[in-house]
């Protein structure tokens, strides 16, 4: 039998205000333990919650951006369970009355096709804190500062298929966060962090098997390694006749597998039901209004704008847009630049290149756009040409200097000097008489050695488009 996978993600985003949801603390990361903190979001009795506008806004922002309807009135529950890291033994969050439902995202297939991933909905809630285990002295600490910030879920319908497609949904989503400005993304910090859930069914069959939930996972590549190794586990339990059971499983990246945390029996019942604290959170027009004045072109747009403006292949507008950062530095590049398709291909190889193979984001870029812009002017005036160029850029990268100053202090200017060139030419037509006899008697391939041999006399520094011809014609 052929089983095919049916996977749902939920996204845990943490809004990106200067204050938690419900008081008024600091969201900063990195504090020193507990230095975050208050009477409300450390669960003191008597203290009352008061919701965070901006929160509300940003929300708001992620439902637009998803294609979400929003609803006009939504509410707060409560989700009781008791665990060290949650002081008023309830995490507030939106279950019965959600504040957007029914959106979707489009991705990108494997096979260069669109497939749209419904989004069931997204609701408000607030994070709790952290424990941190010291095993030296047998000890459990409880940082709180991280109790009451805001947070989103995002919880995607079944519709994604494979490993790959579930990758490519968290890219986007990831992508659009950041965009509309509501996340930093960061998913070391946990900032954007994904549960998968994860079933199989015979193919055909159309009702979903019994899923496993794989709990936080914080990077794309351990969702797909995860996701894959899930898939793999069920498929041979059900080829060998055993029954999936339903249970929350841990990705252990060291090991390259899942391992059970709990099974359903252990499950939690919630108890929810709506916080008496807090008032239901009405949305009016006037508020998507404002928040949709504010909204920024998104990725798809933007794609869509390249390809129409720069007159970008799909593919090289959908890796130009794929992060808001790259898209800004492209553009930037490129506004005083004539060869728009030179400067997407230095962007994509040179540029991206580098910055991965230093593992660097292209915000922390040591070229700045300004002065990638100029190494490329150089080239489009025939200045340098473009192995030269890739030289300059070495070097930009090492040292910060500008292009120019590079290009002037090395002497690297491209040797364009007609009569110059026409009498190098010369020289290596008489100097090798043996490959002049073999490319007129036929081997053309030998155009390129000629090439070489003026690259060589001028350390790489003549220009190819005045020896071409000048090569052409004196063969
Ligand atoms: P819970 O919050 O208890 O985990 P939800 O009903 O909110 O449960 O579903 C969580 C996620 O699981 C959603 O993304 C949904 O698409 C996905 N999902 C639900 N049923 C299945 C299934 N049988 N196989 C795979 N994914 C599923
Ligand atoms: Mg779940
Ligand atoms: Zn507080």
Known sequence: ?????????????????????????????????????????????????????????????????????????????????????????????????????????DIETEEGGV??????????????????HDPIRAKSLVDLNRTGVPLIEIVSEPDIRTAKEAGAYLRKLHAILKYIDVCDGNMEEGSFRCDANISLRPVGQKEFGIRAELKNLNSFKHVEKAINYEIQRQTLFLEEGRAIVQETRLWDPDKNKTTSMRGKE??????????????????????????????????????????????????????????????????????????IKQAANWTMTTLMAMLNSKNLDIKCSPVKAPAFSKLLMLVEKGIINATTAKIVFDEMVESGKSPDIIVREKGLEQVSDHSELAKMVDAVIRDNPDEVAAFRGGKTKLFSFFMGQIMKKTQGKADPAIITPLLKTKL
């Not at 940003?58 to 006009?72: V, Y």
């Not at 252990?266 to 604290?277: M, S, T, V």
């Not at 593919?315 to 930037?332: H, I, K, R």
């Open 266 to 339: 252990e499950a939690h019942d919630y108890r929810y039901f709506p916080d008496p604290d807090l008032v239901p959170l009405i949305v009016d027009e006037k508020w998507i209004q404002s928040v949709t004045d504010q909204m920024p072109e998104l990725p798809d747009k933007k794609k869509a704008r390249f390809m129409a403006q720069f007159k970008l292949s799909a593919l090289d507008a959908g890796q130009l847009t794929a992060s808001l950062d790259l898209a800004n530095y492209f553009e930037e590049t490129i506004s005083k630049l004539t060869d």
């Open 115 to 132: 497939k749209t991933i419904g989004i069931t909905r997204i609701h408000m809630e607030e994070d709790a804190g952290k424990l941190i």
């Open 1 to 105: 039998m052929v089983f095919e996978p049916v996977i749902g993600l939920e996204v845990h985003a943490q809004l990106k205000t200067k204050t938690k949801i419900f008081c008024g603390c600091s969201t900063e990361f990195g504090r020193s333990p507990n230095a975050n903190t208050c009477p409300v979001c450390t669960g003191m009795p008597g203290v009352l919650p008061v919701l965070n506008k901006q929160a509300v806004t940003f929300a708001i922002k992620a439902a637009l951006a998803t294609d979400c309807s929003i609803a006009r009135q939504s509410r707060f529950d409560r989700k009781n369970y008791f665990y060290p890291d949650l002081p008023k033994g309830y995490q507030i969050s939106q279950y019965a009355a959600p504040i957007a439902e029914h959106g979707h995202l």
